[in-house]
């Protein structure tokens, strides 16, 4: 099944573990602690509000607007998740933040040029992807399936997908730093 049928398919719950998901698997981008969206899975797990945990996540990145477009993107996920946790509200984040997510890995995939599209491999042609982009869409995927096989029983599962994610990209940050600051490269 395509990433836009998992998508179109899923509840609020499943919808909501995606985004969160996305935007935790992007968040070295923006400095942010690892453990700084853990409250909105905590909320996530137990059904509960999570609009408060998300201004505290919110605030705790400040109002500044990064010039890198790729931590652009990944505050942007932020920004707009929903404060209110239903189907209608977090359906078009979760979309969004999959998208987002997809063009972040492409755009620091140094393999693969910058103007590709984010959106490439949602819908099922997976060929030709470059590794950290197919990578991504996966665990995208496995986020989603795990939601609707397992209900909330998925989420310390989802968890551990994103946090391998985040370490994948954390890696990718790292060396990209690395050659910028590097002279004559």
Same mark, same amino acid.
Not at 10 to 16: H, I, K, N, P, V
Not at 113 to 126: Q, V
Not at 146 to 163: F, I, Y
């Given at each position: @099944?395509?990433? /836009?049928?998992? !998508?179109?398919?899923?509840?609020? %719950?499943?919808?909501?573990?995606?985004?969160?998901?996305?935007?935790?698997?992007?968040?070295?981008?923006?400095?942010?602690?690892?453990?700084?969206?853990? *409250?909105?899975?905590? +909320?996530?797990?137990?059904?509960?509000?999570w609009a408060g945990e998300l201004t505290g996540a919110r605030?705790?990145?400040? $109002?500044?607007?990064?010039?890198?477009? &790729?931590?652009?993107?990944?505050?942007? @996920?932020?920004?707009?998740? $929903?404060?209110?946790?239903?189907?209608?509200?977090? +359906?078009?984040?979760?979309?969004?933040?999959?998208?987002?997510?997809?063009? !972040?890995?492409? #755009?620091?995939? $140094? &393999?693969?040029?910058?103007?590709?599209?984010?959106?490439?491999? +949602?819908?099922?042609?997976?060929?030709? #992807? $470059?590794?950290? /982009?197919?990578?991504?869409?996966r665990r995208q995927a496995a986020v989603l399936e795990l939601?609707?096989?397992?209900?909330?029983?998925?989420?310390?599962?989802?968890?551990?997908?994103?946090?391998?994610? %985040?370490? /994948?990209? %954390?890696? /990718?940050?790292?060396?990209?730093?690395?050659?910028?600051?590097? *002279?004559?490269?």
């Amino acid at each position: @099944m395509s990433l /836009v049928d998992l !998508i179109a398919q899923a509840d609020e %719950r499943g919808l909501a573990a995606s985004g969160l998901a996305c935007l935790d698997r992007c968040l070295p981008l923006l400095g942010g602690d690892d453990e700084l969206l853990r *409250p909105l899975w905590a +909320r996530l797990a137990d059904g509960s509000d999570w609009a408060g945990e998300l201004t505290g996540a919110r605030a705790a990145l400040g $109002p500044a607007e990064p010039s890198d477009e &790729a931590a652009r993107l990944a505050l942007r @996920m932020l920004r707009s998740a $929903p404060a209110e946790r239903t189907a209608d509200a977090v +359906r078009p984040w979760a979309d969004a933040c999959s998208v987002a997510a997809l063009r !972040i890995h492409r #755009l620091l995939d $140094p &393999a693969t040029p910058a103007t590709d599209d984010g959106d490439a491999g +949602r819908a099922g042609d997976t060929a030709d #992807l $470059p590794p950290l /982009v197919a990578a991504e869409l996966r665990r995208q995927a496995a986020v989603l399936e795990l939601l609707a096989g397992h209900g909330a029983q998925g989420l310390r599962r989802a968890l551990e997908v994103s946090v391998e994610g %985040r370490r /994948v990209l %954390r890696a /990718v940050v790292s060396r990209r730093a690395r050659s910028a600051a590097e *002279p004559g490269v």
